[in-house]
C-alpha cells in the first residue's frame, strides 16, 4: 500500500478498505396494488428486477421507474418507498431474514419480481470512506454493464441460498466483485457530474494526484506538490480537488493514511513508530494524536478492540 508504482487503483483499494461482510439475499415480489416505506438503516444494499417493473422512491434522489433488467446500489440506505403505485397508502417495511417476500396480494402471479441484498462495511473505515463513493448508482438493462451485474448478482443469490464450505468468502468476494462493477460503469458514465472518488478520477487532471497519493501514502505531501502534478496553480487546484472531491487535498491524504493505518493495526500490529513511518508520519505521538482527532480513540485502543 506504501508502494512507489503509479498504477495504485484508488477505486480498488477503497472497496477492499470497506471489506464488504454478512451478504444476504432475498427474492421480492409484488402483486396487485402495493407499497411499502423502509426507514433508513445505513447498510449497503443492492437490487436487480428479474421481472415486471417497480417505483422507488428514494429520499435525497426522488422517484426511479425500475424495470426488468435494472440494477441498483446504495452504499449507504436511507429511507425509501418501493411500491406499484405511489398513491397506495405505505405499509411500513420489516427487514426480515427470510428467502422470499411478498408485497400486495398473496396469490396469483406477481407483476414484479426482484432479487434484494444488503450487506455491510467494515465499521472501522466505512464513516471515512463511504462519503467518497456516489450515493445512488441505477444501471438499466440496455447498458453495457447491466448484463455483467445480472450475472454477479445471480451468482450473490445462488450463493447465499446454498450452505457450501467456504460460503461466507465467496459472498464477501462477489460483493467485492458487484461493487467495483457497478462503481466501473458509473464512474465510465456520469461520475463526472457528481462529486467524490469517482469525480476526481473522472478528471484526467486530478485523476494523477489522486493515484500518486494512493501510491505512496506515506511520502510527505502538500498542496504545492500535488498542485504541480496535477498541472495547475496550488490555489486552482486546491479549489478544484476540494469542488470535485468533496473535501481539501490534505484532509484526503490524512483521511487516506489513517483508513491504511487502521488496517495495518489490524492485520499486523507492528510498533507504533513502524506505523507512523508506513502512513507519513515523522514521529509515533504525531501519528497518535492525528489518529486520537480523526477515529476518536488512540491507535492501541484501536488495535485492542
Excluded at 55 to 75: S, T
Excluded at 140 to 167: C, K, N, S
Aim: glycine fraction near 8%; include cysteine.
Amino acid at each position: 500500500m506504501t508502494s512507489s508504482s503509479n498504477d495504485t487503483d484508488p477505486l480498488a483499494t477503497v472497496i477492499s478498505l470497506l471489506r464488504p461482510q454478512a451478504v444476504l439475499s432475498k427474492l421480492i415480489s409484488g402483486a396487485g396494488r402495493w407499497s411499502v416505506r423502509y426507514a433508513a438503516h445505513g447498510d449497503p444494499a443492492f437490487c436487480l428486477v428479474l421481472e415486471g417493473s417497480c417505483l422507488l422512491d428514494l429520499e435525497g434522489v426522488g422517484v426511479v421507474e425500475l424495470r426488468e433488467g435494472d440494477f441498483v446500489l446504495l452504499p449507504t440506505t436511507p429511507t425509501f418507498t418501493l411500491a406499484s403505485d405511489l398513491g397506495v397508502r405505505p405499509t411500513p417495511g420489516v427487514p426480515a431474514d427470510i428467502r422470499e417476500l411478498r408485497h400486495g396480494t398473496a396469490s396469483g402471479p406477481p407483476t414484479m419480481r426482484m432479487l434484494g441484498g444488503y450487506f455491510r462495511f467494515d465499521r472501522a473505515n466505512a464513516e471515512l470512506l463511504v462519503p467518497l463513493l456516489p450515493p445512488f448508482v441505477h444501471i438499466p438493462r440496455a447498458d453495457p454493464g447491466a448484463a455483467r451485474l445480472m450475472r454477479i448478482a445471480e451468482l450473490i443469490d445462488e450463493e447465499t441460498g446454498a450452505d457450501r464450505p467456504g460460503r461466507d468468502l465467496m459472498l464477501e468476494r462477489l460483493v467485492e466483485v458487484l461493487l467495483v462493477e457497478a462503481l466501473r460503469f458509473r464512474f465510465a458514465s456520469t461520475a463526472a457530474e457528481e462529486h467524490g472518488l469517482l469525480a476526481g478520477l473522472a478528471d484526467s487532471a486530478l485523476a494523477r494526484p489522486l493515484h500518486r497519493i494512493h501510491a505512496d501514502v506515506a511520502r510527505r505531501w502538500t498542496v504545492a506538490e500535488l498542485a504541480r502534478v496535477a498541472g495547475m496553480s496550488r490555489a486552482v487546484f486546491a479549489e478544484r480537488f476540494t469542488r470535485t472531491v468533496g473535501m481539501p487535498p490534505m484532509q484526503y491524504v490524512l483521511e487516506w493514511r489513517m483508513a491504511i493505518a487502521k488496517e495495518i493495526l489490524r492485520r499486523e500490529r507492528p510498533p507504533l513508530a513502524e506505523v507512523a513511518e508506513r502512513v507519513g508520519y515523522q514521529s509515533a505521538s504525531a501519528f497518535s494524536t492525528a489518529f486520537t482527532r480523526l477515529a476518536g480513540c488512540s491507535p492501541s485502543e484501536f488495535a485492542r478492540a
